[in-house]
């Protein structure tokens, strides 16, 4: 069935108002919080700038990084992220990266030794001495250093699609709204 009259008149007044909401929907830039911490990902790239946002202007954002001011256009951000806490201890991983750096180095100063007051199992036990030092300053570390855990910040973007509709001279209009 074909609009007609009236009907037909504020039919073609919606898809107009529709499709000229379509454009600043489709110019919306990635959501920044006004204070906090931050972590933007710029568009085009998947480098990720992590730091405190600072006052700036309305189409650019400016973070305190690393002792260094970094001013990132709105256009250039692609998505922003946000600390959610901080993930699991790294203990064991810890004490084996430190028992295998220990083992190592160990060995290697024990089959350097060229004293002929050394005994040929020097490299056994000074790789296990420095390999047991080196998986108590592993663990220790690893019990210590927690990485931070980051998640996005939504930031849908409501769309509009207009196209022919099937089986009919008539146009078929799509909307989708973010759920907030």
Do not use: N
């Not at 990635?30 to 700036?56: D, F, Q, W, Y």
């Not at 190592?104 to 030092?133: H, K, M, N, R």
């Amino acid at each position: 069935m074909r609009p007609t009259g009236p009907l037909k008149m504020l039919y073609a007044a919606g898809v107009i108002g529709l499709i000229t909401l379509a454009g600043p929907a489709a110019a919306q830039h990635a959501r920044v919080p006004e204070s906090g911490r931050v972590r933007p990902t710029l568009a085009g790239t998947h480098e990720r700038i992590a730091g405190r946002v600072l006052p700036s202007a309305p189409d650019s954002v400016m973070l305190s990084s690393a002792d260094t001011l970094v001013v990132i256009p709105r256009s250039r951000i692609a998505r922003v992220e946000v600390p959610s806490g901080y993930g699991a201890r790294h203990i064991l991983p810890g004490m084996l990266i430190g028992l295998g750096a220990g083992v190592l180095v160990g060995s290697v100063a024990g089959l350097a030794c060229q004293d002929p007051d050394c005994p040929a199992e020097t490299p056994v036990y000074l790789g296990a001495a420095v390999g047991g030092v080196g998986m108590i300053v592993g663990g220790a570390i690893g019990a210590f250093s927690r990485p931070v855990q980051w998640k996005d910040i939504d930031a849908p973007v409501p769309a509009v699609a207009v196209a022919p509709a099937r089986g009919s001279h008539g146009v078929s209009i799509g909307i989708s709204l973010p759920a907030r």
